[in-house]
């Protein structure tokens, strides 16, 4: 009788979800947002027209970095920074991938973030937009080097993605190639494979029309892939990796990567928050990430697990031209609030972005930061808190905010900051002192379109580069390039410095 009882017993106890984790090392869940501006969260912007509840609970339980960036004002290479703890332009890789663009930036034999945490024992899972690049071949086992939809029609879906997530230390993965939304691929890949390819052409007569819908390119679309559905099955997949990992693994600790759509263009919100803003399909689109914010921190709390996971949410660079144009005429809403330039843009719209970090009992509730930080940062910080040790020849621009984020930090996590944007023009920042060594945004073209009349007069034209102290001038609007040659002299030497050494982690 006790015999059966037992054998019953250990039948039915790995079905049973825990209700505290078991694991000493915490879980970690970063949120990465896409194109999500400092101005449309509105614990960082009183301003905003869209309201953020759950990304502001966040904040009220963790940490709020007031000085964070980007490590570039565009996708990919941001992603690839985050992912390695580098900078992108020391690979000398300047834009975007679009289709079959790869192959992949990261090395199969480079240390990521995820590999990482998998030496140390941990789960890893990624849901979402990868966009670092992947190798596609046709039916001769050529990797297919043409773009466009051309290089879209040459996939062979039998092969398999040789450096796709699952092959840079991700366990698992559900997402896309690049941009959800606005690609020349849309179909979803699970693990290193297309399941259901596409079938037919993009139909955008079905697809909502307004100011912000217009971003998508003519691809190849598979018959499983819905537009407007996409953040809300990504949260799916998420969810069930919570859920299966509590019920199959409740020891051993994971790591989450959730990569959003949103709130990238074309604005396609989910069928169920339509119109749940007064701020049109734009906020409606930034409602649906609050929402997502919000199941995730759920999930974690009915699984047991929220009390020992660190929440890290961020995004990937500042909010797109488009929709800083169109929320500020239509809805009073700037993304970009109170800062200079949007995406693409070396001027701190283009990327000081939201970062909150969350870990209870370890971080203090209702904390604020402005050290400078960069995103880079989280490959050092996560590896201090579970007891990593980076190799000298890994993640070569990443310092660890551990003792900022206990309340134990004596200084600076970072002696200087680097920047960059999409054509490789490059920045630093030390203290309050920021050296743009380009004319302009290093982005944006501001003689023409639709953001021509956000162009600030120019106080120095003969000067070749930038500098602007952000303590005094926040607004980036008189440059002191002339004023102080001493401070552009320093910076810019420390800049070819980091440049020749390849590195400014020493």
Not at 459 to 470: F, G, I
């Amino acid at each position: 009788m006790k015999l059966a009882f037992l054998l019953a017993a250990l039948l039915v106890a790995p079905l049973a979800v825990p209700r505290a984790a078991a694991a000493t090392k915490p879980n970690i869940v970063f949120i990465l947002a896409d194109d999500l501006g400092y101005g449309d969260v509105r614990c960082y912007n009183a301003e905003a027209k869209v309201p953020t509840p759950n990304i502001d609970r966040l904040a009220r339980e963790g940490m709020r970095f007031t000085d964070a960036h980007s490590p570039s004002t565009v996708c990919t290479p941001s992603r690839y920074s985050l992912l390695t703890g580098r900078m992108a332009f020391r690979i000398n890789y300047r834009g975007v991938f679009e289709g079959v663009g790869g192959p992949c930036l990261i090395k199969a034999d480079q240390l990521t973030l995820p590999q990482m945490l998998r030496n140390q024992g941990y789960a890893t899972a990624m849901t979402g937009k990868w966009h670092v690049g992947l190798s596609f071949f046709d039916k001769e086992g050529l990797r297919i080097t043409k773009g466009g939809v051309e290089g879209v029609k040459l996939i062979d879906y039998s092969r398999a993605i040789p450096d796709a997530p699952i092959h840079r230390g991700f366990d698992r993965f559900f997402g896309t190639a690049c941009c959800p939304g606005t690609d020349y691929l849309y179909a979803f890949i699970d693990g290193d494979r297309i399941p259901i390819p596409p079938t037919g052409m993009l139909d955008k007569s079905k697809l909502p029309k307004h100011p912000y819908a217009f971003d998508n390119r003519a691809g190849l679309i598979a018959p499983d892939f819905d537009l407007e559905e996409v953040d809300m099955l990504f949260l799916k997949k998420s969810r069930e990796f919570l859920e299966q990992h509590a019920q199959s693994q409740p020891g051993k600790p994971f790591f989450l990567l959730h990569s959003t759509h949103a709130v990238h263009l074309p604005s396609f919100a989910a069928k169920q928050f339509r119109g749940s803003t007064k701020a049109g399909p734009h906020g409606d689109f930034i409602h649906e990430l609050d929402f997502i914010v919000g199941e995730l921190m759920k999930t974690l709390e009915r699984l047991g697990m929220a009390e020992n996971t660190v929440v890290m949410f961020s995004s990937d660079n500042g909010p797109e031209t488009t929709s800083v144009v169109h929320m500020r005429a239509d809805h009073g809403h700037d993304g970009a609030r109170p800062w200079r330039g949007v995406k693409r843009d070396q001027w701190e719209g283009g990327h000081r972005v939201p970062f909150i970090v969350r870990w209870p009992g370890k971080i203090a509730a209702g904390s604020t930061s402005d050290q400078t930080v960069c995103l880079t940062d989280v490959m050092a910080t996560c590896a201090a808190m579970t007891g990593a040790t980076l190799p000298p020849n890994a993640a070569a621009d990443s310092f660890s905010l551990l003792p900022v984020l206990l309340g134990k930090a004596d200084g600076a996590p970072r002696p200087y900051t680097l920047h960059q944007t999409i054509s490789l023009a490059l920045a630093i920042r030390r203290g309050p002192w920021k050296y743009l060594d380009h004319r302009g945004s290093g982005g944006n073209n501001y003689d023409k379109g639709e953001i021509k009349s956000f162009a600030l007069p120019d106080t120095a034209p003969d000067a070749p580069a930038q500098l602007y102290n952000l303590e005094t001038d926040p607004g980036e609007r008189v440059n002191l390039y002339f004023k102080h040659p001493e401070i552009v002299r320093e910076l810019k030497a420390l800049l070819d410095s980091s440049k020749a050494q390849g590195r400014s982690r020493l």
